[in-house]
């Protein structure tokens, strides 16, 4: 590519021909994280303390520090996050592939489906559906999961139950086929986590995770504004914190839109 | 006989908050066998080991044998009201502005006379009950009360100056989610406390007793997570001015010590939860309950911590989580000094395992979460500052005074 179309697309979203929709809920001590039985590790929760603002502390300058598990508000999921693809090369967010941080996405949108049942799963028969209309889901293309769930309240977002969390997401069958028979880069979901509330029941447990990392695939969750998307065509920007050997990281994830 | 008192009215917003005062401070350290035995609601008086009379004030030697040997044992309460005296206009600031102040002369069955602060129930010659009681300096005073129940007993102003009835007050119950903390919302309800906040963390995560607390008048559900700064510094800003008890009811049991956990996430999260949620929440209450000491009828008037008893020994098993009770216990004695110009006492309750899912295979005794209610009630309405509660928190305290190093081999088991 000529370094002149570079400059046309920073002109382009200088001037709002390409929208930049931030797709990020904000960092903050409140937002639900994953839960796990508490027997097992727990993520720490997202904690900002003041360091000084323009006080005794330090009379010019205002800054905090942070503390948060990896997998704390929109996230990012490595490969070396699943027993999968523990062995993988290059598998971590600070030696995973850089090039792999930017590339366009798919939006499938079931937020009909969602809003009748929490449950929800996503099938292939849906994706050939949405591929018969917007056609074939090019390889290396983010597949984004479109529910409207980044709209609830969060009690609802979390939507726990005495039987675990409700929440959709992906079956086994179509994780396993996007792998395998599409090629995507990575999935993405406006839940919790990329795989359904009720994922750990499925066959494997957890098959976004399982699919997606065993292939040295990623993962986007807490995901918002995917209605501002369209099917085909955004291309997402998803860089992780550089955390050695990290697993995965909050980050800042925007979509580049064209506005006509 | 008194009047019960009124619901105090809201306040006048043109007149100034008065500011605590404090009664006088000074003390011989032999005194402090008293300020012990206020401390645990007890009465003891110091006995002579060689001819076995009672002596009061605090002696350095028998008045009727010149022995030395004096030790503070529990000591009979009743007495009888010899004189009694009101005080109109007394020259200390604290009671001048309580003026005016009745004090008395009551000659104890077991021996010694004893200048006392008076119930106004009390009358001249009748026979009253004497107890030692923590005033707004933290000091212990002696205190005499009528024998028996009459009626509005608890409300006598003098009597409430030494004590932190939750009656009329409002209260901050940290956590909610804990069993503690719901019986101890159940119970300052029926103590007569005006509102009891309940703190709830992470309200997107439903929890047993949940409905309960609920739309119930009085009880009002606040986002609080003690361990978040912003959090708590959210609540207080919002309520700090109005919470005139605070009831810590973190609870974060884990098991395991240092050996056999790996790396320190679990430690971290037992010190933010238990240690750095206990700062957080001082920072944020703490000043303005000091501040309103004095503040009427609903003055703020305590500060209760749920303590493990192993805050004293550790207990391997739970290791970690027996120093992060530690960390608590000392963190108290300091909270305790800094509110002490208020007036505002810190109660410490410390417990032997309690009754709940953490302890789960630990066998009983266990405390159930509603004798633990129930001692915050008695202890804030007594104004104690130290309770053991269950037969393993008082068996541990003894043994401690008798031999600490054997409490450390037996609870390595």
Same mark, same amino acid.
């Given at each position: 590519?000529q370094?002149?179309?570079?400059l046309?697309?920073?002109g382009?979203?200088?001037?709002?021909?390409?929208?930049?929709?931030?797709?990020?809920?904000?960092?903050? =001590? *409140?937002?639900?994280?994953? #839960?796990?039985?508490?027997e097992?590790?727990? !993520?720490a929760?997202? +904690?900002i303390?003041e360091?000084?603002?323009?006080?005794?502390?330090?009379?010019?300058?205002?800054?905090?520090?942070?503390?948060?598990?990896?997998?704390?508000?929109?996230?990012f999921d490595?490969?070396?996050?699943?027993?999968?693809?523990?062995?993988?090369?290059?598998n971590?967010?600070?030696?995973?592939?850089?090039?792999?941080?930017i590339a366009?996405?798919?939006?499938?949108?079931c937020?009909a489906g969602?809003?009748?049942? =929490? *449950?929800f799963?996503?099938? #292939?028969?849906?994706?050939?559906?949405?591929? !018969?209309?917007?056609? +074939?889901?090019?390889?290396?293309?983010?597949?984004?999961?479109?529910?409207?769930w980044s709209?609830?309240?969060?009690r609802?977002?979390?939507?726990l139950?005495d039987?675990?969390?409700?929440?959709p997401?992906p079956?086994?069958?179509?994780?396993?086929?996007?792998?395998?028979?599409?090629?995507?880069?990575?999935?993405?979901?406006?839940?919790?986590?990329?795989?359904?509330?009720?994922?750990?029941?499925?066959?494997?447990?957890? =098959?976004a995770?399982h699919?997606?990392?065993?292939?040295?695939?990623?993962g986007l969750?807490?995901?918002c504004?995917?209605?501002?998307l369209?099917?085909?065509?955004?291309?997402?920007?998803?860089?992780?914190?550089?955390?050695?050997?990290?697993?995965?990281?909050?980050?800042?994830v925007?979509?580049l839109v064209?506005?006509? | 006989?008194?009047?019960?008192?009124?619901p105090p009215?809201?306040?006048?917003p043109?007149?100034?908050?008065?500011?605590p005062a404090s009664p006088?401070?000074?003390?011989?350290?032999?005194s402090?066998g008293?300020?012990?035995?206020?401390a645990?609601?007890r009465?003891?008086?110091?006995?002579?080991e060689?001819?076995g009379?009672?002596?009061?004030?605090?002696r350095?030697?028998?008045?009727?044998c010149?022995?030395?040997?004096?030790a503070?044992?529990?000591?009979?309460?009743?007495?009888?009201l010899?004189?009694?005296?009101?005080?109109?206009?007394?020259?200390?600031?604290?009671?001048?502005e309580?003026?005016?102040?009745?004090?008395?002369?009551?000659?104890?069955?077991?021996?010694p006379?004893?200048?006392?602060?008076?119930?106004?129930?009390?009358?001249e010659?009748?026979p009253?009950?004497?107890?030692?009681?923590l005033?707004?300096?933290g000091?212990a005073?002696?205190?005499?009360r009528?024998?028996?129940?009459t009626?509005?007993?608890?409300d006598?102003?003098?009597?409430?100056?030494?004590?932190?009835d939750?009656?009329?007050?409002?209260?901050l119950?940290?956590?909610?989610?804990?069993?503690?903390?719901?019986?101890?919302?159940?119970?300052?309800?029926?103590?007569?406390?005006?509102?009891?906040?309940?703190?709830v963390?992470?309200?997107?995560?439903?929890?047993?007793?949940e409905?309960?607390?609920?739309?119930?008048?009085?009880?009002?559900?606040?986002?609080?997570?003690?361990?978040?700064?912003?959090?708590?510094?959210?609540?207080?800003?919002?309520?700090?001015?109005?919470?005139?008890?605070?009831?810590?009811?973190?609870?974060y049991?884990?098991?395991g010590?240092l050996?056999d956990?790996?790396?320190t996430?679990?430690?971290?999260?037992?010190?933010?939860?238990?240690?750095?949620g206990?700062?957080?929440?001082?920072?944020?209450f703490?000043?303005?309950?000091?501040?309103?000491?004095?503040?009427?009828?609903?003055?703020?008037?305590?500060?209760?911590?749920?303590?493990?008893?192993?805050a004293?020994?550790?207990?391997?098993?739970?290791?970690?989580y027996s120093?992060?009770?530690?960390?608590?216990?000392?963190?108290s004695?300091?909270?305790?000094?800094?509110?002490?110009?208020?007036?505002?006492k810190?109660?410490?309750?410390?417990?032997?395992?309690?009754?709940?899912?953490?302890?789960?295979?630990?066998?009983?005794p266990?405390v159930?979460?509603?004798?633990?209610?129930?001692?915050?009630?008695s202890?804030?309405?007594?104004?104690?500052?130290?309770?053991?509660?269950?037969?393993?928190?008082?068996?541990?305290?003894?043994?401690l005074a008798a031999?600490?190093?054997?409490?450390?081999?037996?609870?390595?088991?």
């Amino acid at each position: 590519m000529q370094s002149k179309n570079l400059l046309e697309l920073a002109g382009a979203v200088s001037s709002g021909a390409v929208r930049v929709v931030d797709l990020t809920f904000t960092l903050s =001590p *409140d937002f639900p994280v994953i #839960v796990l039985p508490p027997e097992f590790g727990q !993520a720490a929760p997202v +904690r900002i303390q003041e360091i000084s603002r323009y006080d005794g502390r330090g009379p010019a300058w205002y800054w905090n520090n942070v503390t948060f598990g990896e997998h704390t508000g929109t996230h990012f999921d490595a490969p070396i996050h699943w027993f999968t693809g523990k062995d993988l090369p290059n598998n971590s967010v600070d030696t995973m592939p850089a090039k792999d941080m930017i590339a366009p996405a798919c939006v499938i949108d079931c937020s009909a489906g969602a809003a009748q049942d =929490p *449950d929800f799963l996503l099938t #292939v028969p849906l994706v050939e559906a949405w591929e !018969a209309k917007h056609g +074939r889901i090019p390889e290396r293309h983010w597949v984004l999961l479109r529910t409207d769930w980044s709209k609830k309240g969060w009690r609802d977002y979390a939507n726990l139950r005495d039987d675990g969390a409700h929440t959709p997401g992906p079956n086994a069958a179509v994780m396993k086929w996007l792998v395998e028979q599409r090629g995507i880069i990575g999935f993405g979901t406006e839940t919790i986590g990329t795989d359904a509330g009720q994922a750990g029941h499925f066959e494997p447990p957890y =098959p976004a995770h399982h699919f997606l990392h065993g292939a040295g695939r990623y993962g986007l969750q807490c995901l918002c504004n995917l209605d501002e998307l369209p099917a085909t065509g955004a291309v997402i920007v998803a860089s992780p914190l550089k955390i050695q050997n990290g697993s995965g990281s909050p980050l800042r994830v925007i979509a580049l839109v064209s506005a006509n | 006989m008194i009047d019960p008192i009124e619901p105090p009215r809201r306040k006048n917003p043109l007149l100034r908050t008065r500011l605590p005062a404090s009664p006088p401070r000074a003390r011989s350290r032999t005194s402090h066998g008293f300020t012990r035995a206020a401390a645990e609601g007890r009465f003891m008086l110091q006995r002579c080991e060689a001819c076995g009379a009672f002596a009061y004030p605090a002696r350095e030697a028998c008045p009727a044998c010149l022995s030395v040997d004096l030790a503070f044992v529990d000591a009979p309460r009743r007495g009888a009201l010899l004189a009694e005296t009101t005080a109109r206009v007394p020259s200390d600031v604290y009671f001048r502005e309580r003026a005016p102040w009745r004090i008395g002369l009551v000659k104890m069955d077991c021996g010694p006379t004893m200048v006392a602060h008076l119930h106004a129930d009390c009358v001249e010659g009748a026979p009253v009950l004497m107890s030692f009681q923590l005033d707004k300096s933290g000091q212990a005073v002696a205190f005499a009360r009528p024998e028996g129940e009459t009626p509005n007993m608890a409300d006598d102003r003098q009597w409430r100056e030494m004590t932190a009835d939750p009656k009329f007050r409002r209260v901050l119950v940290t956590n909610g989610r804990s069993l503690i903390g719901q019986e101890a919302v159940a119970a300052l309800k029926a103590a007569g406390a005006k509102t009891v906040f309940v703190g709830v963390a992470e309200p997107w995560r439903p929890f047993a007793g949940e409905q309960l607390l609920r739309g119930q008048q009085g009880i009002e559900l606040v986002t609080l997570d003690a361990s978040d700064e912003k959090s708590v510094t959210d609540l207080a800003a919002d309520i700090g001015g109005k919470v005139d008890i605070l009831v810590n009811t973190t609870e974060y049991v884990r098991p395991g010590g240092l050996l056999d956990r790996r790396g320190t996430s679990i430690a971290r999260d037992e010190i933010d939860q238990a240690y750095l949620g206990f700062i957080n929440l001082a920072q944020a209450f703490g000043p303005a309950m000091r501040m309103r000491g004095a503040d009427g009828v609903n003055s703020s008037a305590a500060w209760v911590n749920i303590l493990s008893v192993h805050a004293l020994a550790n207990w391997p098993a739970f290791g970690a989580y027996s120093a992060s009770q530690a960390a608590c216990l000392s963190l108290s004695h300091c909270l305790r000094a800094e509110l002490r110009p208020g007036g505002v006492k810190v109660l410490n309750l410390f417990t032997g395992p309690v009754d709940n899912e953490w302890f789960q295979t630990v066998p009983p005794p266990k405390v159930a979460p509603r004798a633990v209610a129930q001692a915050i009630m008695s202890g804030l309405r007594g104004g104690l500052e130290e309770m053991y509660v269950g037969d393993v928190a008082e068996e541990i305290r003894q043994r401690l005074a008798a031999n600490p190093k054997a409490v450390e081999r037996e609870l390595d088991k």
